[in-house]
């Protein structure tokens, strides 16, 4: 039997955002997530204005704001030549309701939706329940779970992660690469706006040895860094070695306490298609990047309202399913024009080893910064207002 019913892989910020979307309006939704429990994991943390504007419209935005921290500028550095630009998100106020980032890690988001979510009719969510396959027909979608148990249902959303059970069901290649560095994140109270007061809460700085940048969460900063790619895991992971990170950081930082530490593969990869019949990809399910933007998360929520959109519309009947192609075209066309294209640049210039790359990027900061009209547009790009100007532009 068909129900009447949309499915969801995946209980992160991005298929619950899409079970909000669609339930908010209406229609009927099943989350299956893997885990017994909403993901602990802090991962993404950064909300731009585009997203929290959206989040906002879902009556979300209020709760996070209120366990987050507001972080109206974004700055640049390198170890040579200290601060090189800063800019205000208040210059795009007019554009946003919300012109600063919001530092938050993701799974307070994924706890707040799911509060809304319960108590609605419309909505259910099964733990321990992983879609191991599927299948399609004209009319519907079979998942199968563990242990063989099977459920019908009219649409698919894959918004299971990178390594998305849904996509490799459907055979969707995913496309790109990986990166020969992994990333090391170490969260730590040590207050990093002593050695450098001037430090906003989101902060790049460039190195050619290496490169770090520093977020401000609640209670803790998030210091990245990259990692040579013939070092081990291990030795990554060890102690020791996060002092020695923290110190080349700010001398004197080693010793400060690493309350989380977290040492993952960077991956640029696209899947080569977003929709297969009754089948989406969303998030990293359908692309993932490296974090130097935080492009990853907030481009998952820009999938999952778009593509919501297209099927509340169609379960009302005030479209056809030709509706749906568009979402693949233009949300698959501003990934890769955007996100790829933006989070590959932004590592390559706080890494640039030789001094025209690193004079390259000074002065590409510093002329962003220098007339209001290039300072609005370098603001629109890197909140990602410019990237759903320009999904609205195909189509």
């Known amino acids: 039997m068909t129900e009447a019913r949309v499915f969801i892989a995946g209980a992160g910020p991005v298929g619950l955002t899409a079970a909000a979307c669609l339930v908010t309006q209406g229609v009927p939704v099943t989350v299956f997530e893997a885990g017994g429990d909403l993901s602990m994991e802090s991962r993404a943390s950064t909300f731009h204005p585009s997203t929290l504007d959206m989040l906002d419209d879902l009556g979300a935005a209020a709760a996070l704001e209120a366990q987050g921290l507001r972080a109206p500028y974004l700055q640049y550095r390198s170890k040579r030549d200290g601060l090189i630009a800063r800019f205000d998100f208040?210059?795009?106020?007019?554009?946003?309701?919300?012109?600063?980032?919001?530092?938050?890690?993701?799974?307070?988001?994924?706890?707040?939706?799911?509060?809304?979510?319960?108590?609605?009719?419309?909505?259910?969510?099964?733990?321990?329940?992983?879609?191991?396959?599927?299948?399609?027909?004209?009319?519907?979608?079979?998942?199968?779970?563990?242990?063989?148990?099977?459920?019908?249902?009219?649409?698919?959303?894959?918004?299971?992660?990178?390594?998305?059970?849904?996509?490799?069901?459907?055979?969707?290649?995913?496309?790109?690469?990986?990166?020969?560095?992994?990333?090391?994140?170490?969260?730590?109270?040590?207050?990093?706006?002593?050695?450098?007061?001037?430090?906003?809460?989101?902060?790049?700085?460039?190195?050619?040895?290496?490169?770090?940048?520093?977020?401000?969460?609640?209670?803790?900063?998030?210091?990245?860094?990259?990692?040579?790619?013939?070092?081990?895991?291990?030795?990554?992971?060890?102690?020791?070695?996060?002092?020695?990170?923290?110190?080349?950081?700010?001398?004197?930082?080693?010793?400060?306490?690493?309350?989380?530490?977290?040492?993952?593969?960077?991956?640029?990869?696209?899947?080569?298609?977003?929709?297969?019949?009754?089948?989406?990809?969303?998030?990293?399910?359908?692309?993932?990047?490296?974090?130097?933007g935080g492009m990853g998360m907030n481009g998952g929520i820009h999938d999952a309202v778009n593509l919501t959109g297209r099927l509340v519309s169609l379960w009302r009947g005030e479209a056809d399913t030709a509706k749906l192609d568009l979402y693949d075209l233009q949300r698959r066309t501003v990934t890769m024009e955007a996100v790829q294209v933006q989070t590959i640049q932004n590592k390559k210039d706080l890494e640039a080893a030789d001094e025209a790359g690193q004079a390259s990027f000074r002065d590409r900061l510093r002329e962003a910064q220098s007339d209001p009209e290039k300072t609005r547009a370098f603001l629109r790009r890197v909140s990602m207002l410019s990237s759903l100007e320009r999904a609205a532009e195909i189509g």
């Open 90 to 292: 208040g210059d795009i106020s007019d554009l946003t309701r919300h012109p600063y980032r919001l530092q938050c890690e993701q799974w307070r988001l994924t706890r707040i939706l799911l509060d809304k979510l319960r108590g609605s009719p419309e909505f259910e969510i099964v733990f321990d329940y992983a879609i191991e396959d599927c299948r399609q027909d004209a009319d519907s979608v079979t998942v199968v779970c563990q242990q063989g148990r099977e459920r019908t249902a009219r649409w698919l959303i894959g918004a299971d992660g990178a390594g998305s059970n849904v996509r490799g069901a459907a055979g969707i290649e995913f496309e790109g690469f990986t990166w020969p560095e992994r990333f090391l994140v170490l969260s730590t109270p040590f207050d990093f706006t002593e050695p450098f007061p001037d430090l906003d809460l989101v902060s790049y700085f460039a190195d050619p040895q290496q490169w770090h940048f520093l977020l401000k969460i609640p209670g803790l900063w998030r210091a990245m860094l990259p990692i040579p790619g013939d070092m081990s895991d291990e030795a990554a992971l060890e102690p020791d070695y996060g002092k020695r990170c923290l110190d080349w950081i700010v001398p004197g930082a080693g010793p400060s306490e690493v309350v989380h530490r977290t040492l993952y593969r960077v991956h640029q990869r696209v899947a080569k298609t977003y929709r297969q019949g009754r089948i989406f990809l969303a998030g990293d399910a359908a692309h993932i990047n490296n974090p130097l």
